[in-house]
T-cell receptor, first 114, second 119 residues
Framework: AQSVTQLGSHVSVSEGALVLLRCNYS??????LFWYVQYPNQGLQLLLK??????LVKGINGFEAEFKKSETSFHLTKPSAHMSDAAEYFC????????????FGAGTRLFVKA | EAGVAQSPRYKIIEKRQSVAFWCNPI?????LYWYQQILGQGPKLLIQ????????DSQLPKDRFSAERLKGVDSTLKIQPAKLEDSAVYLC?????????????????FGPGTRLTVL
């Protein structure tokens, strides 16, 4: 069965520092991969997605993620954190074959210190 | 373009009571999802519709939860009777038609959610 692991339930960075949020998936066939962001009292919003095109995917708000098949990873990065980046981030996978169910990771809360 | 609408935004009920949530997806989106998000966890799919047919309801507690999507547009999710552990945010999402291949990569658009507290 598909699964998604986000390492670190909380990540704290200083404003201007690199943001790195980790996501690993388990699947024999590379799935479709997504990063969503959730601000307080709001629904989820798509940051970026991997759909078997380029392995380095650029998203909104300066975020990007790299798909690494050998490591079954899809880590999210941003070169310079901004206070407005403070939110909850979810990695999600949809299988490439079989069922259509999307599985979400447990989430990583990002704190940005001034 | 209007987003996914959900109501109510907040609901407080006593255990064993009933509650219903409503969702109106983005116009033209054939696929509709209901997720349960418990505090500190990621969203968990409860049920997925394509038009008015159920694609997946394997994680829906059918003894107490029910959902329908009449006419393939808006949807309601009902809990009857509610338990304490049902306290969560219930998220509705929609996406363009889901089919094999490319459709699996379609973005899901989420509503603001309904926060349910069961006392």
């Amino acid at each position: 069965a598909q699964s998604v692991t986000q390492l670190g339930s909380h990540v704290s960075v200083s404003e201007g520092a690199l943001v790195l949020l980790r996501c690993n998936y388990s699947s024999s066939v590379p799935p479709y991969l997504f990063w969503y962001v959730q601000y307080p009292n709001q629904g989820l919003q798509l940051l970026l997605k991997y759909t078997s095109a380029a392995t380095l995917v650029k998203g909104i708000n300066g975020f990007e993620a790299e798909f690494k098949k050998s490591e079954t990873s899809f880590h999210l990065t941003k070169p310079s954190a901004h206070m407005s980046d403070a939110a909850e981030y979810f990695c999600a996978v949809t299988p490439n074959t079989g069922g259509f169910k999307t599985i979400f990771g447990a989430g990583t809360r990002l704190f940005v210190k001034a | 373009e209007a987003g996914v609408a959900q109501s109510p935004r907040y609901k407080i009920i006593e255990k064993r009571q009933s509650v219903a949530f409503w969702c109106n997806p983005i116009s033209g989106h054939a696929t509709l999802y209901w997720y349960q998000q418990i505090l500190g966890q990621g969203p968990k799919l409860l049920i997925q519709f394509q038009n008015n047919g159920v694609v997946d309801d394997s994680q829906l507690p059918k003894d107490r939860f029910s959902a329908e999507r009449l006419k393939g547009v808006d949807s309601t999710l009902k809990i009857q009777p509610a338990k304490l552990e049902d306290s969560a945010v219930y998220l509705c999402a929609s996406s363009l038609i889901l089919a094999s291949g490319v459709g699996r990569g379609n973005e899901q658009f989420f509503g603001p959610g309904t926060r349910l507290t069961v006392l």
